[in-house]
């Protein structure tokens, strides 16, 4: 079992940048694939980005690509997400996941949630 907890999350304007944080409680962080996904009102959860275990392999959404880059330290049980060139349609609640096995962009294969933490991007 991992417990997530998201920070980092604020109003930011068009073009800037925000660095958000997810800290995992448990030993066995380092065994989790991670993920972050994010959902605007009214829309269903989108794939963000995801990490592999040793954080050797990545993968983006296409809407992210190029702008927002995940990362994990397995000595700090953390996983990040550096955003960059924000957009108001990057609005939305972010969230981190964790799963066992590998990568995937599917939501519903991911078995721990943090709370989430709203990005939100003016015009």
């Known amino acids: 079992q991992v417990q997530l907890v998201e920070s980092g999350g604020g109003l930011v304007q068009a073009g800037g940048s925000l660095r958000l944080s997810c800290a995992a409680s448990?030993?066995?962080?380092?065994?989790?694939?991670m993920g972050w996904f994010r959902q605007a009102p009214g829309n269903e959860r989108e794939f963000v980005a995801a990490?592999?275990?040793?954080?050797?392999?990545?993968s983006y959404a296409d809407s992210v690509k190029d702008r927002f880059t995940i990362s994990r330290d397995n000595a700090k049980n953390t996983v990040y997400l550096q955003m960059n060139s924000l957009k108001p349609e990057d609005t939305a609640a972010y969230y981190c996941?964790?799963?066992?096995?590998?990568?995937?962009?599917?939501?519903?294969?991911?078995?721990?949630w943090g709370q989430g933490t709203q990005v939100t991007v003016s015009s």
């Open positions: 448990g030993r066995t962080f380092s065994t989790y694939v």
């Open positions: 990490i592999s275990w040793s954080g050797g392999s990545t």
């Open positions: 996941a964790a799963r066992l096995g590998s990568r995937t962009s599917d939501f519903q294969r991911y078995a721990y």
